[in-house]
């Protein structure tokens, strides 16, 4: 009989070791082919979106960097995935962490937050409607923020400018999608917020295989990636498509974007739950949608692989207007 001690465990020290290696679906009931879509399912991180990969990586980096000093206070500004993801990080480092975010963005993920422990300051909109946020909504929520940064002296964590940001994917997300497809992927495709996902990991399939096509996923009527005027500020898609390429873009790795509608968006989001048993967000909605709109653009073999990410869980979210159901 064997001893205790010679007995092997699974036991995880902290939340953080669930951060990562998330499993990558292949969504064959959605779409028997041709081809296939791979998915990352990044909902299944603790704090339930991919935000939890930068969200680690940037506290690590500056609390070896010295930025951050032990006990030290974390302000960022979020559209809620960032701040759930740094309210994980936070509560098991204890850091005490304040969040800004735009009383557009759905109140779950400020329930989610608090119940980390963070503090939300949800700021009035400028623009937009509840379930809808623009760029100028979300520059309020960052004055706001800044504002507390200033007079508290905490740590801001800036996603939208920290270089961490985009180098978790290419340390992380990209690594893991090259082992998961046995190395081939010979599409990606991603909606953008702050692009980090996008930039972090396109540059790593990109040094791994230059013909891997990576393609951008906007809101239809804000392209700004494309280089279209913004036609339609307000959308779906919370958390990405602000109406502005963001400074972590690389243009050198992408090879095109793909335009999806609010109401593609809610057609893939319903057929996830329906035909794959997977309830999650408006970007993973759109993310699916635009990897079937590349299947069948003919710009692909017929058996090519798309893989793609399902960002966050559809927890986070408040039902859709009436209007577009």
Same mark, same amino acid.
């Given at each position: ?15 953080? @070791? ?23 399912? %990044? ?20 609390? %070896? ?141 990109? @040094? ?55 109401? @593609? ?61």
């Amino acid at each position: 009989m064997a001893q205790p001690s010679e007995v092997k465990t699974e036991i995880y020290s902290s939340a953080l @070791e669930l951060i990562g290696n998330t499993p990558l679906l292949a969504l064959d009931r959605l779409w028997p082919g041709p081809g296939r879509i791979l998915a990352k399912c %990044e909902f299944m991180n603790p704090g339930a979106s991919i935000k939890d990969r930068s969200s680690l990586y940037m506290i690590q980096n500056a609390r %070896e960097s010295g930025q951050l000093q032990p006990g030290g206070s974390v302000l960022e500004v979020t559209s809620g995935n960032q701040g759930c993801g740094l309210a994980v990080v936070c509560a098991v480092l204890g850091h005490p962490i304040t969040l800004t975010m735009s009383k557009g963005n759905s109140v779950q993920r400020a329930i989610h937050m608090e119940a980390l422990g963070a503090k939300c300051v949800r700021v009035p909109q400028v623009e937009g409607t509840y379930g809808n946020v623009t760029l100028a909504d979300v520059q309020q929520a960052e004055k706001k923020g800044l504002e507390i940064a200033e007079e508290t002296g905490a740590f801001y964590v800036n996603q939208f400018n920290n270089g961490m940001n985009s180098a978790s994917h290419y340390h992380g997300t990209g690594p893991e999608i090259w082992r998961q497809t046995g190395q081939r992927v010979d599409a990606f495709v991603a909606t953008v917020g702050t692009a980090g996902t996008f930039a972090g990991t396109s540059k790593f399939l990109k @040094e791994k295989n230059p013909d891997t096509l990576c393609y951008v996923v906007e809101p239809s009527g804000s392209e700004p990636i494309k280089g279209e005027p913004i036609t339609k500020p307000l959308h779906l898609l919370q958390g990405s498509g602000y109406g502005c390429v963001p400074n972590l873009f690389e243009f050198d790795h992408m090879d095109g974007t793909l335009s999806v509608t609010d109401e @593609e968006s809610l057609q893939y989001k319903k057929l996830i739950g329906e035909k794959e048993g997977l309830y999650v967000g408006y970007t993973s909605g759109a993310n699916v949608a635009a990897a079937v709109k590349l299947l069948e653009s003919g710009k692909l073999p017929k058996d090519a692989w798309v893989v793609t990410i399902l960002n966050d869980t559809g927890l986070k979210y408040t039902p859709v207007p009436e209007e577009l159901t």
